[in-house]
T-cell receptor, first 116, second 109 residues
Framework: DAGVIQSPRHEVTEMGQEVTLRCKPISGHDYLFWYRQTMMRGLELLIYFNNNVPIDDSGMPEDRFSAKMPNASFSTLKIQPSEPRDSAVYFC??????????????FGPGTRLTVL | KNEVEQSPQNLTAQEGEFITINCSYSVGISALHWLQQHPGGGIVSLFMLSSGKKKHGRLIATINIQEKHSSLHITASHPRDSAVYICAVKGGYGNKLVFGAGTILRVKS
């Protein structure tokens, strides 16, 4: 299996532009997670899906952030409009939990976002 | 106070030394994860524990549910073990992970 695939790997954009990050989870996994990592705050969960349905989006920082999962093999995280403080590495992870206490999450390589 | 506390924040060791990284948490959990983040940024899941001890190669992870504490041990450390080690817990917060700040480990040859 190719693992979790994220694109792009690097994104540089200007403040105010729309940014879309993409994730393809491991086939057969029914949970998908979006995380953000910064020097100041470390790793933080933004949102997670189960069977394509958003379960908990309490970590999404504000309305400028939105996430979708139109099918089991694809998810997007969109920032509109982007701001310099959104600069971070964004990770996608997936898991195949048979029970909620036994899953292992598999992380993608991350997207390094720089907003100028 | 953070819900997940790791210590030490930074650790430098000589090749061959035995290393211990600690993780304490403040709420009931169903599972605890140890993750490794390589200098290039990739994150790998090392262990998932709900009780007792697990061993994989030179890595050993233990958890004490009553004391809300876990340790990650590395025996015969090697420069390639240099990475950030992150503790994360699940269970008091639905199905999501809450992360510690990480321990930066550098093993010198």
């Amino acid at each position: 299996d190719a693992g979790v695939i994220q694109s792009p790997r690097h994104e540089v954009t200007e403040m105010g532009q729309e940014v879309t990050l993409r994730c393809k989870p491991i086939s057969g996994h029914d949970y998908l997670f979006w995380y953000r990592q910064t020097m100041m705050r470390g790793l933080e969960l933004l949102i997670y899906f189960n069977n394509n349905v958003p379960i908990d989006d309490s970590g999404m920082p504000e309305d400028r952030f939105s996430a979708k999962m139109p099918n089991a093999s694809f998810s997007t995280l969109k920032i509109q409009p982007s701001e310099p403080r959104d600069s971070a590495v964004y990770f996608c992870a997936s898991s195949a939990a048979r029970t909620t206490s036994t899953d292992t999450q598999y992380f993608g390589p991350g997207t390094r976002l720089t907003v100028l | 106070k953070n819900e997940v506390e790791q210590s030490p924040q930074n650790l430098t060791a000589q090749e061959g030394e035995f290393i211990t990284i600690n993780c304490s948490y403040s709420v009931g959990i169903s599972a605890l994860h140890w993750l490794q983040q390589h200098p290039g940024g990739g994150i790998v899941s090392l262990f998932m524990l709900s009780s007792g001890k697990k061993k994989h190669g030179r890595l050993i992870a233990t958890i004490n549910i009553q004391e809300k504490h876990s340790s990650l041990h590395i025996t015969a450390s090697h420069p390639r073990d240099s990475a950030v080690y992150i503790c994360a817990v699940k269970g008091g917060y639905g199905n999501k992970l809450v992360f510690g700040a990480g321990t930066i480990l550098r093993v010198k040859s």
